[in-house]
């Protein structure tokens, strides 16, 4: 849950006395060295109160009166805010530590900015459906600016938890189910965000998320258990992480999952052995919302004491909105329980990234003088609106498109249907930060502004998106998250059926409210709900070509929209600008070119169903099905829709591989290439991507991975030649032994435009 700073708190630190401009000391070299040397004697002045005080993150909201936060601050009681993001909230609030406090230790402050601060970008699902490096820097740098223009230094992002479990709400957080192109995407996002240094004026630090193997838990529920081999954790799940890491991502946020029975919040062996000693990592760990308390509940802490003593002796720095840290560490440390060395590593990680972040330099840094603050914080002229609706086309897949039923034609009548044409709210997505909902464009403005003077559009809502009391009752917990209509959803229905009759052609926005794919929006069902399917039979039965446009934060099993719609485009929740994105794909302004980022099952019962999955010894053939094969008896065993998978308004050709060598020395490289044809009528963009297998090995291998991928353009009628470098660390895998290894052998290299149909060849390595 997140709260934002209440009016009465910012009036309450506004009406504080004025304070005298703090004059800076000459500004500290921002090297190691000079940071371990002066660290090292702010430690020898603090007191224990003050040391453990730099451990509490401190959420504000309701749980944390004003008052309460004032005595902390002036006690050196508080290391770090969250949920803070206006300028004079954030300057009162360091006002009153270089007034009040003895040290005067800067405060840092931080914030969930996922997917944008105050122009909301697409989910980070949708920002990994446009494979789009550049698209995604742009993001980083725009998210990284608007967070610290409004005062901010760290971010709760990026989340690169790989997941292979669509019924997990948080997926929609992540980068899909891929290690490679998860890595990828969330290096990029650490390098962008955080730009040459964190300290600059439009940077902030990243704190990498969930830490670790939190996409995993068992059935894709919430705050469930993990259990997995070490040669499925290294190889699969660690290394985005570590990509995020070797980026310069100066934090890490620890996961709440239990790892083959312990918590992560407790395991020294994640937290220390391999974070600090394997990975050498120097920056802060930072608990989830609460999570030391939890360590009672998992079943491995018998009070609170106990608790905070394993939480902090286990590498935990920071305690995310929680007081047992201040409560308990001082007993702990006096008693011997804790030692004063392991205090005074927790404390100097804190330390060592607020002197990276440049706040020792100037703890106002990232908030100039009070006079350039903006009059209006919300003002349109702070959002970065062209940037927002070029990403958010990119993120578009075109899953479906009978007989080029897309791109719309821009006359006659068209119906636009469905409870998500119209949702300000919903197509922002979940973790929108402190994005505006009333500047948000809906599917309906998007397509009226697209359509004005040319077609006439016709809209109706058609359906509730959901008739299930009990589930309108969670989304509507803690936020207003859906509206319920006041007609039946049969006057409903009526309505929207009329409307599509009159129609040359239907468009039905359909699939999740936002908070259907978010934090703890677990699901055992991932179909479009009942009251939507009902709503799109009955405008099939119209007989009018039917487009269907999804919103949703995860794969859904789309089988029966799949049969029924003429077309289907995948737009994920699109952001600030979505509305005016999705009409231009569906107008043709813009030819689609996204890809998945997770495979699409047929059904529930597939789960997990992923590309890159191991080989078996009886694995199934589509094309000579036997019965004592790995296998569903009871459904076609393929996909829906295969990871790397989208259409385009063009159509493309790639030819045979080509290899620059029929072998590869030790260390050495080699090249792969094809030749990409845009075989059809329109310029239009696609991206190639590059699969390997390792077909004998000394565990089995996955029967392909993803190991490059590029984004191309071209016009209708050219051609390119893609290649790749191939080196051994493509080869490398981790062995039963733990080590990382690339076997002699053959290697098949697979190059296609997605997962499935891929044009090969092979190797030796020798």
């Known amino acids: 849950m997140k709260w934002i700073c209440s009016v009465s708190l910012a009036v309450s630190l506004a009406m504080q006395p004025a304070f005298a401009v703090q004059s800076l000391p000459a500004p500290h070299a921002m090297t190691e060295q000079a940071r371990d040397a002066f660290v090292s004697q702010l430690l020898k002045k603090m007191t224990l109160d003050e040391k453990i005080g730099q451990l509490r993150l401190i959420s504000v909201g309701p749980d944390t009166p004003k008052e309460a936060i004032r005595d902390m601050i002036q006690k050196g009681q508080v290391g770090a805010i969250f949920n803070t993001v206006t300028r004079p909230d954030i ?23 996922v997917h944008g601060q105050r122009t909301i970008f697409p989910i980070p699902l949708g920002l990994a459906a446009s494979w789009d490096r550049d698209a995604v820097s742009e993001v980083g740098r725009i998210s990284a600016y608007e967070a610290a223009d409004d005062g901010l230094n760290m971010t709760w992002a990026p989340m690169v938890d790989v997941s292979r479990e669509p019924r997990w709400g948080r997926v929609s957080e992540g980068f899909g189910e891929d290690t490679y192109l998860t890595s990828v995407m969330g290096s990029t996002m650490v390098k962008a965000m955080q730009g040459k240094s964190p300290a600059d004026r439009y940077s902030v630090m990243t704190s990498v998320k969930h830490f670790a193997l939190y996409g995993a838990v068992e059935g894709g529920r919430e705050y469930n258990s993990v259990d997995m081999s070490p040669q499925r954790m290294f190889q699969d799940y660690l290394p985005p992480y570590k990509a995020s890491l070797d980026a310069g991502s100066g934090g890490v946020m620890v996961a709440l999952n239990s790892i083959n029975g312990v918590p992560a919040s407790a395991d020294s062996w994640l937290l220390k052995d391999l974070l600090r000693k394997q990975w050498g990592f120097k920056g802060i760990t930072i608990s989830d919302h609460g999570a030391i308390k939890e360590l009672i509940d998992h079943g491995v802490a018998s009070d609170p004491q106990d608790a905070v003593r394993i939480a902090l002796k286990s590498g935990m720095d920071m305690s995310m909105s929680d007081e047992y840290y201040s409560k308990y560490l001082p007993g702990l440390v006096k008693s011997g329980a804790v030692t004063m060395q392991e205090l005074d590593d927790a404390t100097r990680h804190v330390l060592n990234v607020k002197y990276d972040m440049g706040l020792f330099n100037d703890p106002y840094s990232h908030l100039g003088p009070k006079e350039i603050d903006p009059q209006d914080t919300n003002a349109e002229s702070r959002l970065h609106r062209e940037q927002a609706r070029d990403v958010a086309r990119k993120s578009m897949v075109l899953l479906k498109n009978r007989l080029e ?44 502004a697209a359509t004005a003077g040319k077609a006439t559009l016709l809209y109706a809502k058609g359906a509730n998106i959901t008739d299930n009391s009990k589930v309108q009752d969670f989304l509507n917990l803690y936020e207003k998250g859906v509206t319920v209509d006041s007609r039946t959803p049969q006057q409903m229905l009526d309505e929207a059926v009329e409307k599509a009759r009159q129609a040359d052609v239907i468009v039905a926005a359909v699939g999740e409210a936002q908070g259907m794919a978010h934090e703890a929006s677990s699901r055992t069902n991932i179909d479009i709900p009942p009251s939507q399917q009902k709503l799109l039979a009955a405008l099939k039965a119209t007989g009018k070509p039917l487009v269907i446009v999804l919103m949703n934060g995860r794969p859904l099993t789309l089988v029966k929209e799949d049969q029924m719609a003429d077309a289907m485009l995948e737009t994920w929740f699109s952001g600030t600008e979505g509305g005016n994105a999705i009409a231009d794909v569906l107008f043709g302004a813009y030819n689609p070119s996204g890809k998945l980022p997770m495979t699409f099952p047929r059904s529930v019962g597939q789960i997990p169903l992923y590309y890159n999955h191991l080989s078996t010894g009886r694995p199934y053939d589509f094309t000579n099905p036997q019965k004592y094969k790995s296998r569903y008896f009871d459904i076609n065993n393929s996909p829906l829709y295969p990871f790397g998978y989208g259409l385009s308004y063009t159509t493309f050709t790639v030819s045979p591989v080509t290899l620059s060598a029929p072998a590869m020395a030790h260390n050495g490289t080699i090249n792969a290439s094809v030749t990409v044809t845009n075989s059809g009528k329109r310029d239009g963009a696609t991206v190639v991507q590059l699969y390997l297998n390792d077909p004998v090995a000394s565990i089995s291998r996955p029967v392909k991975e993803l190991h490059g991928f590029q984004r191309i353009m071209l016009k209708a009628g050219e051609s390119q030649t893609v290649s790749f470098k191939i080196d051994a660390d493509m080869l490398k895998f981790w062995n039963q032994q733990l080590q990382h290894v690339a076997e002699p052998g053959k290697f098949n290299v697979m190059i296609g435009l997605d997962s499935a149909r891929i044009q090969s060849a092979s190797f030796d390595y020798r």
């Open 91 to 113: 300057r009162a609030m360091q006002d009153q530590v270089m007034q009040l406090s003895r040290l005067k230790i800067p405060l840092f402050f931080a914030y969930d900015v």
């Open 405 to 448: 039923t897309l791109p719309l034609k821009n006359s006659g009548t068209i119906a636009l249907i469905g409870p998500l044409a119209d949702s300000k709210r919903d197509i922002m997505g979940s973790w929108s930060a402190a994005g505006v909902t009333e500047q948000s464009v809906t599917l309906l403005q998007g397509m009226q």
